[in-house]
């Protein structure tokens, strides 16, 4: 069994304003993908609703349920029996401004599961915020990047600003 914290999924946004607002909901689904690190993720297996508390197993053919009863662990695991090790992924629903968009990808490990073992997952509300004009993000995050941090006691509601220096900065921008 093991734990890979080091996924690495970009969200694409478009038609950003002055203010925008990005959520997600605690709705998650989890899949196997034969996808390679750094290509467009593609499930391999069904999505599979999952709760804190519960494992999503992948059987001998290929498909996936998940058993056991939810709780507020705030961890759930997968479990590959399938015949090939793939990546571990989980989607949920994001919000920007008044558009919604289902079964975005939150994270997808950066190691395969190999057969008969577990993936603990945790889910980490932390992101990164970058902008980036030629839409080229398969080789990485671009420079500057600003960590938004929605974990633990921190604020779930996060003001950040692209200053005119090229900065990012905490808070709104000052008023002209």
């Not at 996808?35 to 999952?50: C, D, M, W």
């Not at 577990?118 to 080789?139: K, W």
Request: charged share 20%; proline share 7%.
């Amino acid at each position: 069994s093991g734990t890979d914290s080091h996924g690495t999924v970009i969200w694409k946004g478009d038609n950003f304003t002055s203010s925008n607002d990005l959520t997600w909901s605690n709705d998650y689904r989890v899949f196997g993908s034969l996808s390679e690190p750094g290509a467009h993720v593609q499930a391999t297996t069904a999505y599979q609703k999952i709760e804190f508390g519960q494992t999503c197993t992948i059987d001998e053919t290929g498909e996936t349920s998940a058993t056991g009863q939810p709780d507020q662990s705030g961890t759930f695991s997968f479990t590959n029996n399938w015949k090939d090790p793939m990546h571990v992924g989980v989607k949920s629903t994001i919000t920007i401004g008044s558009k919604s968009l289902p079964d975005l990808p939150l994270y997808v490990s950066s190691s395969k599961l190999v057969p008969q073992q577990t993936m603990h997952l945790t889910p980490v509300d932390r992101i990164s915020v970058y902008f980036e004009a030629d839409d080229q993000t398969i080789g990485g995050i671009p420079n500057p990047t600003w960590p938004v941090d929605f974990t633990g006691s921190n604020p779930k509601d996060v003001t950040i600003s692209y200053n005119n220096a090229g900065e990012w900065q905490d808070g709104p921008l000052p008023k002209d």
